[in-house]
């Protein structure tokens, strides 16, 4: 089945995004049962109040363009039949093809999906990339799931999704527990719907492929590499010598284990690290390879032989110049801000911080390095890989790293300069440096008809 929704009213409706029996469910941390996207809204209205947004254009940004959902039936290994539900928000097109990430997690569902869809629009708008925001996912816990299984329900969610994505239309890319290869078998799957002679003009219809299925060098550690551009950057402005920096880091996963591996040769020690397996911590540093190389064989940082376990308070308490939330959504909140002892939260996570959360942040004058500027890396490489693909072109790494840094920094340019001129926040400021490139796209084209 397949409902097509377009430009539907928002509900607000609860949910919580941290699973329990997660080291981030502890009483302490658990966060108020507040609507994902409606935390989005409130943080678009501060900025469009602040900055004079013309309200028929905030109208629109206040709802998705279309939403998909999505109902497919998939042969298990045992012969029997599971029914999943799989979403895609477009949330807006205005600069471009809808862009977004792909998650598989139990936590998705439409509230979370039109949340991350609508940060994808401000964030290809902040980053100046021509594609437009979406996202999508299927409520699902893939551990549970064979590899032919994932396979199979990969394929049929393609399938089922049909022309709601396409290369030039919508094109998805990895997010939570999916990755390079979950991208081939879509690739594979789209293909194999279009006429023979279509298909080779058709490969960036996702993006986070394997490089020699088309990806791009340096896709995989983009999102991580981003981040510590801009650690640096805000580290040079602050005159804190990250030889000397002590970092914690939330989620181990491609965005914190990459982060943590190319901050490794600035010398910075990372000192307390969690994941949903639980938390370790190490004040003389944990080595990011190294504990890499655990994670892969034992699926978490759990039993990371050189740190001492921890709790998630614990965590959340340890002093350091730096904090990395690179998990889930809602993580800083009224209760947990008051535990962090940093100067820097730079959210490598979609959504980390809730609104409350945001104030006291700010009372507290801890720096915040927002997430669509945070972690846009990912998506600059990803519009990177479509270009090359179009152009049937490879660049070697050197090139992608550069381009990179130099569009990543410039945003970030950008959204320090809206700061100072608008005596805002950092978050507040990337609201209106992206709602004002997609404003006066709105302007100059009209409103049909
Ligand atoms: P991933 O699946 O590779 O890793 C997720 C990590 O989060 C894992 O280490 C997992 O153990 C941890 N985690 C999950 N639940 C947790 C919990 N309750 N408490 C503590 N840790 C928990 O995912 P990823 O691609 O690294 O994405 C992480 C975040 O970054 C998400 O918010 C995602 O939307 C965002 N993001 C990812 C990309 C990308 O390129 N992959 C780009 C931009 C933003």
Known sequence: ???????????????????????????????????????????????????????????ILSKPQNEITVNFPVKMDDGRVEVFTGYRVQHNSALGPFKGGLRYHPSVDIDEVRALAAWMTWKTALTHIPFGG???????????????????ISRRF??????????????PAPDVNTN???????????????????R??????????????????????????????????????????????????????????????????????????????????????????????????????????????????????????????????????????????VKLVAEGANGPTDIEGDNLLQQRRIDVLPDFLCNSGGVIVSYFEWLQNKRSEYWDLDEVDAKLKKQILKAYRAVRDAAGQFQTDWRTAAYIVAIRHIETVYKERGIFP
């Open 200 to 341: 080779q003009n058709c490969t960036h219809v996702v993006t986070g492929k394997p490089v020699v299925s088309g990806g791009s060098l340096g896709r995989d550690k983009a999102t991580g590499q981003g981040i510590v551009f801009l650690i640096e950057q805000w580290a040079e402005d602050k005159g804190l010598d990250l030889s000397n920096a002590t970092y914690t880091l939330q989620g181990y996963g491609n965005v914190g284990s990459w982060a943590a591996r190319l901050l490794k040769p600035h010398g910075s020690r990372l000192i307390a690290v969690e994941d949903h397996t639980g938390a370790v911590a190490n004040p003389a540093g944990i080595d990011a390879d190294h504990l890499y190389e655990h994670v892969r064989a034992k699926g978490g940082v759990r039993g990371y032989p050189s740190a001492t376990p921890i709790d998630h308070v614990a965590l959340l308490k340890t002093k350091a110049d730096i904090f990395i939330p690179a998990a889930m959504e809602s993580q800083i909140t009224a209760v947990t801000a008051p535990l962090l002892d």
């Open 158 to 171: 393609t399938y089922a999704l049909g022309d709601n994505i396409g290369p030039e239309y919508d094109i």
């Open 1 to 59: 089945m397949t409902t097509v929704t377009h430009a539907s009213e928002p509900s607000v409706k609860s949910a919580s995004p941290v699973r329990s029996g997660s080291p981030a469910d502890s009483a302490a941390s658990r966060p108020q049962k507040v609507s994902l996207f409606e935390n989005v809204i409130r943080q678009f209205n501060k900025a469009t109040t602040l900055m004079g947004l013309d309200p028929n254009i905030g109208k």
């Open 180 to 198: 390079p290869q979950i991208m081939a078998w879509i690739l594979d799957t789209y293909l194999s719907t279009i006429p023979p002679h279509a």
């Open 134 to 152: 979406a996202k999508g996912g299927i409520q699902i816990d893939p551990s549970r799931y064979s590899s032919d299984e994932l396979q199979r």
